[in-house]
């Protein structure tokens, strides 16, 4: 079964600055897809960047960006010039291309910006 | 366009008593899922149909809980008996076959409250 592991509970940032959050999986699949969703206290989950498996060149969204390490098994999403609504819970989920729909998530990970 | 949408944002019963939440995935979807997100157990998904038929339903906790699809626009999820662990908030959410990452579109969710 695929799992997916955020080991940073929290992380805090000052507003303007550059923070990565990191995520881990685990997979047999060669090819599968990733994301990274934000949960703001509104709860509703917002997909931020999105990652094929199979495409070496890293994704990229305006101030965010991944560090995919195929390899490694490692997926980070990382936030340049952060400002104050970009506070939140982000997940990490994964799901396979062929097969099950379901996303997979880690547990998160709460993002505070200090002003 | 109406994003996916659930009814009711938050509901609070007793337990013992059964309870119905509602979901209308968007329209032209084919995909709906249903997930749950507890402290505990994070984000999991319950059950997820392929039009209209239930495709995965591993992830329903127990016969307490129920899904129906009757249509390609509407879905419930039922709990009965409802028990204080099912508090949670739950999440719908819909797809497209073809979009690009069959990009999962999610609910507002409802914040479910058993006293």
């Known amino acids: 079964a695929q799992t997916v592991t955020q080991s940073q509970p929290e992380m805090s940032v000052q507003e303007a600055e550059t923070v990565t959050l990191s995520c881990t999986y685990d997979?047999?699949?060669?090819?599968?897809?990733l994301f990274w969703y934000k949960q703001p206290p509104s709860r509703q989950m917002i997909l931020v960047i999105r990652?094929?498996?199979?495409?070496?060149q890293n994704a990229t969204e305006n101030r965010f960006s991944v560090n995919f390490q195929k390899a490694a098994k490692s997926f980070s999403l990382k936030i340049s010039d952060s400002q104050l609504g970009d506070a939140a819970m982000y997940f990490c989920?994964?799901?396979?291309?062929?097969?099950?729909?379901?996303?997979?998530f880690g547990t998160g990970t709460r993002l505070t910006i200090i002003p | 366009d109406a994003g996916v949408i659930q009814s009711p944002r938050h509901e609070v019963t007793e337990m013992g008593q059964e309870v119905t939440l509602r979901c209308k995935p968007i329209?032209?979807?084919?995909?709906l899922f249903w997930y749950r997100q507890t402290m505990m157990r994070g984000l999991e998904l319950l059950i997820y149909?392929?039009?209209?038929?239930?495709?995965?339903d591993s992830g329903m906790p127990e016969d307490r809980f129920s899904a129906k699809m009757p249509n390609a626009s509407f879905s419930t999820l039922k709990i009965q008996p409802s028990e204080p662990r099912d508090s949670a908030v739950y999440f719908c959410?819909?797809?497209?076959?073809?979009?690009?990452?069959?990009?999962?579109?999610f609910g507002p969710g409802t914040r479910l409250t058993v006293l």
């Open positions: 959410a819909s797809s497209i076959t073809g979009a690009p990452h069959n990009e999962q579109f």
């Open positions: 997979t047999s699949e060669s090819d599968y897809y």
């Open positions: 990652q094929e498996a199979y495409k070496q």
């Open positions: 989920a994964y799901r396979a291309i062929f097969g099950n729909e379901k996303l997979t």
């Open positions: 329209s032209g979807h084919d995909y």
């Open positions: 149909f392929n039009n209209n038929v239930p495709i995965d």
